[in-house]
């Protein structure tokens, strides 16, 4: 018997269609939601430049005219290379660091506090969907002020030594910082906690993390303890892709962060999921 001839069946088959179509319809507009709410957040680093771009590099030119211009003359190199290439990984990861973590944490805690968070829970956007779009807002400010970076400090430096390893280290740091924004952007419940996360935290660990020396010639216990700082990993892995130079294991690091960046983007989905503290 045919589908026509079904008593029936008609019914059955049209309505399998527009549940399929349904289905289709709604994937499109997830994906639409997602370009768009992730466009505004580019738009809004564009936009702003000059509070999100422009201090970042800054400082960072600074500290290699400090560091690399002032103090190089009496520390002309370290571990055999020019102090100037020596530093500039650790200040590209520190620049991805604080911008991209800044970025969307600053972001979801504005969306939550002045209300319009509601406009997007109430979309038909996953979470995983939004927190990639706050993610991407934080990636491209942290992307792009280290790439200024990279391109002041690149003609007074003898180049980048292996590309590959250099981009993976920056995009695993902007992956891993960005959704740590957002974690903190949705358990903050004022500017204090998150500029507490940002100052106390973020940034200490990240200039203590062999940006400006190298660890292997600190003295016990300074040595050890900064081992036990994560962010150490990603700069000596950084700084082997620039320079070809690196005290632990690099491939080791890049892997750990590889799961770390997967672990802390999960758990970032897991909080937008529950949708606790998302509303005041």
């Not at 520390?75 to 660091?97: D, E, K, N, S």
């Not at 038909?124 to 969907?129: C, D, H, I, K, Q």
């Not at 016990?220 to 320079?243: N, S």
Request: charged share 15%.
């Amino acid at each position: 018997m045919s589908g026509d001839d079904h008593p029936g069946g008609g019914v059955t088959i049209t309505g399998a269609a527009d549940s399929r179509l349904g289905e289709a319809e709604l994937r499109a507009a997830s994906r639409r939601g997602t370009l768009a709410l992730s466009g505004r957040e580019v738009r809004r680093v564009t936009k702003l430049w000059t509070q999100t771009i422009l201090p970042p590099v800054v400082t960072a030119v600074l500290f290699m005219a400090v560091f690399g211009g002032a103090l190089g003359g009496n520390l002309r190199t370290v571990a055999g290379i020019q102090y100037l290439w020596f530093i500039l990984p650790g200040l590209l990861i520190t620049t991805v660091t604080g911008q991209a973590f800044a970025n969307a944490s600053t972001s979801l805690y504005q969306a939550r506090n002045e209300g319009y968070i509601d406009d997007v829970l109430s979309s038909p956007l996953r979470s995983a969907e939004v927190v990639l779009a706050y993610m991407v807002g934080g990636l491209y400010r942290g992307w792009i002020a280290a790439g200024l970076v990279g391109i002041v400090a690149l003609p007074f430096v003898p180049g980048v030594e292996h590309w590959l390893v250099t981009l993976l280290v920056l995009m695993l740091t902007g992956i891993i910082f960005s959704a740590l924004g957002v974690v903190t952007g949705i358990w903050a419940d004022s500017f204090d906690q998150q500029a507490f996360i940002a100052a106390l935290v973020i940034t200490p660990l990240s200039l203590l993390g062999g940006v400006f020396y190298n660890v292997e010639t600190l003295s016990e216990p300074w040595r050890t303890l900064t081992l036990f700082d994560p962010i150490y990993y990603l700069v000596d892995a950084a700084r082997y892709g620039v320079t070809g130079l690196h005290e632990s294991a690099v491939w080791l690091s890049i892997l750990v962060a590889a799961v770390v960046a997967v672990l802390v983007t999960l758990w970032a989905v897991r909080m937008f999921r529950t949708g606790r503290r998302l509303r005041p």
